[in-house]
């Protein structure tokens, strides 16, 4: 009897692939066992932990369980509590998830059962997720980037309304120190806007001053923040470069985090956007414009940045404070990049437009910022606030 038990074929491990498409009331999960040619269940169940922790755990009596999901609006609350139970979870990105031009329609369970026959066969690729204090860390440099827009929209606001009532600023240049000056004295009584225009215009300034200092409170939150042992080293070396203030270096450091991940310096650009797309066949190639489909937090802050490098190269009375205490391989690695994106920009801006020349300059700009990040450590925000 053991002679055939020793000699007996072992058990064959089944594998169950889940798709599932979350919502924020309901998740569509599509059951794709591994050998099977479609999907045996497609059902649309509550978006609450505890039920959902239930019935995945009836389907895991039959196999192995391995979930997906497509990155959302719902964050990776999902994806913490099935690893906090034990199960294999990934969220994938969504703009490189593969689309059938001839499939025009689209609803909750064929997506769910899409993402299961996509990632069975490894078509998949999964994003990074952030622990929960590096999202607490970013979450606090995001807030900061959308009073910035709001301060924006503010000023249009003011601009706009006070273009329609005749009041247009003649004197100088919009928001430098005597248009605020006029811009107060238009909220006061002895302003000459009309009783109701000024209550429109003083809601819209009262606005404008609001949102400015909200965004002052949180540049000394992101200042405290970007002082803390795990972050200070990346953000740091960051501003050794040309263009990259603290802010702009807390927006790569906390939405990057981990840049040993990427083993060429194209493959970081890739992942924020910056490749041009490419449509090529035989003998023809075309490259066009950017793609766009990354993170576009740390496109819009290289993009920034790259504009410095249009002067010659020089180091400022501020760049000399950034830099002191760095390694001097660093500051030798900075000093490089001013001299080579400087030319760079000179010699793209004789054939092409400045917009376009400062992205390549961007794209350049993140091999440099790569060569030096790849040797620190990856980043853990404790965000103590």
Not at 290 to 303: D, E, Y
Request: with cysteine; charged share 25%.
């Amino acid at each position: 009897m053991s002679s055939l038990l020793e000699g007996a074929a072992p058990a064959v491990h089944s594998i169950i692939y889940l798709g599932m498409d979350v919502h924020k009331d309901s998740i569509t999960i599509a059951v794709l066992p591994q050998a099977a040619k479609a999907p045996t269940r497609l059902e649309k169940r509550p978006n609450d932990l505890p039920t959902l922790q239930k019935w995945i755990a009836r389907v895991a009596r039959d196999g192995e369980i391995r979930a997906c999901y497509e990155a959302s609006g719902a964050g990776y609350v999902l994806h913490r509590a099935r690893v906090e139970w034990g199960d294999a979870c990934e969220v994938i990105a969504p703009s490189l998830i593969p689309k059938r031009p001839g499939v025009q329609r689209t609803h909750d369970k064929r997506d769910a059962a899409d993402l299961a026959r996509l990632y069975r066969a490894g078509e998949l690729v999964p994003v990074r997720i952030p622990s929960v204090t590096d999202e607490r860390a970013r979450d606090v440099v995001r807030c900061r980037e959308t009073f910035q827009r709001e301060i924006l929209k503010s000023r249009h606001d003011i601009l706009k309304f006070l273009a329609t009532c005749g009041f247009v600023f003649r004197e100088g240049t919009n928001w430098c120190t005597p248009h605020l000056k006029w811009l107060l004295h238009l909220t006061t009584d002895a302003s000459p806007l009309a009783p109701e225009d000024r209550l429109v215009y003083r809601e819209y300034h009262a606005l404008l001053q609001y949102t400015l200092q909200r965004r002052e409170e949180l540049d000394r939150q992101i200042e405290q923040l970007a002082e803390l042992p795990t972050l200070a080293p990346l953000v740091k070396q960051l501003q050794c470069f040309r263009g990259i203030s603290v802010h702009s270096a807390m927006v790569l450091a906390t939405e990057i985090v981990d840049w040993r991940r990427f083993e060429r310096p194209n493959q970081l650009a890739c992942s924020l956007g910056l490749i041009p797309r490419e449509d090529a066949s035989g003998t023809r190639q075309r490259l066009g414009s950017i793609t766009k489909a990354g993170n576009s937090h740390c496109r819009h802050v290289l993009v920034q940045a790259a504009w410095s490098y249009r002067h010659r190269p020089q180091t400022s009375v501020d760049l000399k404070r950034r830099q002191a205490g760095q390694p001097p391989a660093v500051m030798t690695h900075a000093w490089k990049a001013q001299q080579r994106l400087h030319a760079r920009f000179n010699h793209l801006s004789y054939r092409k437009r400045s917009q376009i020349a400062v992205v390549a300059v961007a794209r350049e700009l993140v091999g440099f910022l790569w060569a030096v990040m790849r040797d620190l450590e990856p980043v853990h925000a404790a965000c103590a606030m």
